[in-house]
């Protein structure tokens, strides 16, 4: 899965950053069945790799 900032800014800075990802990985591991490969990205962008059971639909996945 891949997020992108507003417009695509650069609002992913060095202080942001790991907040942003500590949350996206938190809210996974909280997901039943859900498990986190990988997080990163750029100050513009999120990149997700991330397994879920065939039962959980993506959206329901990100709009919790």
Not at 27 to 38: D, L, M, Y
Request: proline share 8%.
């Amino acid at each position: 899965m891949t997020w992108h900032t507003k417009e695509s800014l650069p609002l992913l800075t060095q202080q942001v950053e790991p907040l942003a990802h500590r949350y996206l990985r938190q809210k996974i591991i909280s997901t039943p069945g859900a498990f986190v490969h990988e997080i990163g990205g750029t100050e513009t962008h999120v990149h997700v790799a991330v397994t879920i059971p065939p039962t959980l639909l993506i959206s329901e996945l990100l709009a919790s």
